[in-house]
């Protein structure tokens, strides 16, 4: 697979990725390679990454708990004080080795360290590949505010390698999948039409969408690195979406969803909101809504949830002046951003997920 050239580093595929990533240590000899994990991807990623990695350079393994949870300052303070006692100096390496939560810490970890020091960064999941490791955003949580503390700071290249994918569990490669179903509805089409002909997934049918993925996401992000106009295409599905994986967070009696079936819950109903307000075509409404329930299951969201993921919405970070702002689609690949949506027309697209 060819590489993508983002801002001034590559994102390279598969076993060539390894050829790029050992000439790059060869020829800017680190002083030290620090390799961040968690205990997942230390036992499942590690052992694939050391077997390709060609160095005498000394390398340090630093490994912090998974989970969101532990996306935070404590946790960036614990990889400083490690770095520190491992002697990493400004001309050392970190390898970010994991999911997104790995990829945003890491990389803000390096890039505050001694003001910055050189990253790369390996996504192991399948929403860290096609959305987190491309764009430039590093950062971690300030309690429930998510990524409230961070940069944007570009990593020296990102390796693809799709065997990683083999050890995530079905449902984290489900929660990826609805950002690559995000490129294709409002993007670029094609992608939803491979994706409504599959019979089954697998890691092979998904790993040239992971490429076009990952290409549009550059595209968007190198166009508007700061979210002022195109970058906000990457929202749709995400107004409600993450209002609705907010909800189910905090809600003690309700299971947590992951971030893939919220956003395909925001997806569909963000879709009745863009039938109802800029006539798409509804035919396709129902395409979306049958598959994304066949992917995902059916949610269930009471009416007396309504009102709560409301509130979470108003208070969205993405909200300019207390204002909710939607990216809504005219038809496939035809978005409108910036639109106004009354609180009758959200409790009715519920309904309509609903029903
Ligand atoms: P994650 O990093 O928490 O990974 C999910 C789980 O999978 C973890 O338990 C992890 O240990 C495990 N895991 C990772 N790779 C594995 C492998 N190969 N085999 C087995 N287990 C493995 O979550 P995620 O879904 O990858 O990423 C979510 C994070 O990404 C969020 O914090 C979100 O804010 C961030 N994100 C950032 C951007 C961005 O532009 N920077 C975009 C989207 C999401």
Request: a negative charge; aromatic letters at 8%.
């Amino acid at each position: 697979m060819t590489p993508i050239l983002s801002n001034n580093y590559y994102i390279n595929f598969q076993e060539e990725s390894y050829l790029k990533l050992n000439e790059f240590i060869a020829s800017n000899t680190p002083s030290k390679i620090f390799i961040m994990v968690d205990e997942n991807t230390h036992e499942h990623c590690l052992p694939i990454l050391m077997e390709a990695l060609e160095t005498s350079i000394n390398i340090e393994i630093i490994e912090i708990e998974s989970g969101e949870e532990n996306k935070n300052l404590d946790t960036c303070s614990g990889v400083w004080h490690a770095l520190t006692e491992l002697g990493a100096d400004r001309k050392s390496l970190m390898i970010n080795l994991g999911g997104g939560v790995i990829t945003d810490l890491g990389g803000f970890v390096a890039s505050c360290f001694k003001r910055g020091i050189a990253f790369v960064n390996i996504p192991t999941t399948l929403l860290s590949m096609v959305d987190a490791s491309v764009g430039g955003k590093t950062g971690v949580d300030l309690g429930v505010l998510k990524n409230q503390i961070g940069l944007f700071s570009d990593p020296e290249m990102v390796l693809i390698d799709t065997r990683y994918l083999e050890t995530v569990t079905e449902r984290e490669i489900c929660s990826g999948l609805a950002e690559i179903i995000k490129y294709g509805l409002s993007y670029d089409i094609k992608i939803w039409d491979e994706i409504n002909s599959f019979k089954k997934f697998n890691i092979k049918n998904i790993s040239t969408l992971i490429h076009r993925s990952i290409e549009i996401k550059n595209e968007v992000v190198t166009e508007d690195p700061k979210e002022n106009g195109l970058r906000k295409v990457l929202n749709f599905g995400h107004t409600l979406g993450h209002a609705i994986e907010s909800y189910f967070l905090e809600s003690e009696n309700k299971e947590k969803l992951t971030h893939g079936e919220a956003i395909a819950i925001g997806m569909i109903t963000e879709t009745y909101i863009s039938e109802k307000l800029l006539n798409f075509p509804i035919e396709k409404l129902n395409e979306i809504k049958q598959l994304l329930v066949k992917i995902y299951g059916k949610t269930i969201i009471k009416k007396s949830d309504y009102n709560p993921i409301i509130e979470l919405l108003i208070h969205d970070k993405k909200n300019v002046s207390g204002s909710v702002n939607f990216v809504l689609l005219k038809d496939f690949e035809k978005y409108k951003f910036n639109c106004k949506v009354e609180k009758d027309l959200l409790i009715e697209a519920l309904d309509y997920y609903n029903s």
